[in-house]
């Protein structure tokens, strides 16, 4: 034991060479309790190699330890030889008192993989094995968690939390909340996050627990949590479109303003929250700020459709029809089919007397919009100024059964039937 801790001084003060002489001369002559206890030392280390060459000379007298086999393969695990891994710890007979642990590692090596099932029976089989160790009722909470299975998730994470509210240094308060949260039962996951939080204050779980009171309609909580979230880590980008979402729920639409462009100092690519921002500006008749944002919005993504839409509608109410066509022919070049462009297009071209035009981007949208009253109204009145009379006979005529009560309709009916 003394040349062991002699290589554990070199290795803390920093003489790695020093203390690699020494492993090597415990690889060729040492005893295999000095090599077991220098491979567990070395594992911690980082020294993996070196490690993963002790284990397979002691794997040479002891052919079949499972412990070993375990150990060997934590050191390929770390080392990212997953495949090596399992077949080391597939060698694991199941008489060894080490073969549960063997099964928990290999579910957790299926489950990186995504092979659910068989993770699932290694973990049901090592369950059999020790129905009294909640280890592996939290290995099946986290496997369900990540599957989604949320339900099932929550079960396991009960019976760990009679006993115990720590696992491998995971908090499962934290993980019930999130299960609870991610199944929708957000006032139930709330109580979770309380707990985990006074335990620790860690920023994931501070997160979760404000935009989970944001599901649950808590906005003033989700406020409080975002804003805690922010003095502790500026840089965590997600929680500044969710504390606006909050703010604009509480109709504090500066505070929300002020949240997004705050976002947008630390998250300057982000075409979400330029959108958001343009959306809440024209709620604060902040135009100029408004078409900027939106604009930025579509230099990240010319894709971006949502932020062109609400580009077009304040272009329209500023009666900027050049501008709306040029974002049409944009929306064009990358063949978008949202038909709110071709009213939009409609709208334009025949506020810039190009009535033909107008015309058959007015047919086109039709198919899409026979039914709204607010199109009908501008197609009708169109039709009607072109002296279209029996296309705008049918469309008022839809107008009034819609609103019978509408004077002007009749009137204009009846104007057309005269005509006609």
Known sequence: MEKINKIVTLLENGEHEEALNHYRQILDKGSNEERFLLGEELFQYG???EAKSLYHTLLKAYPEEGELLVLLAETYMELGEEEQAVLELEKVQEHDPSFPQALLLLADLYQMEGLYEVSEQKLIKAKSMLPEEVIIDFALGELYLEQGRFTDAIKYYEVVLKTENVIAGVNVHQRMADALSAGGAFEEAIAYYETALDDRLEINTLFNYGFTALQAGYNKTAIEKFTMLKEIDHEYHSLYINLAKAYEREEQLEECYEAITSGLKQDDFNKDLYYYAGKIALKLNMEEEAEKHLREALVLDPEFSEAALVLNKLLIKQERFEDVLEIIEMMEAIEEEEPQFLWDAALALQNLEKYSEALNKYQLAYTFFKDQTDFLSDY???????????????????LLKDDPSNGEYEDILGRLSEQF
């Not at 009708?380 to 839809?398: H, N, P």
């Open 47 to 49: 020294f993996l190699e």
């Open 380 to 398: 009708g009145y169109f039709l009607f100024e072109e002296g279209k009379r029996s296309e705008a006979i049918e469309v008022f005529t839809k």
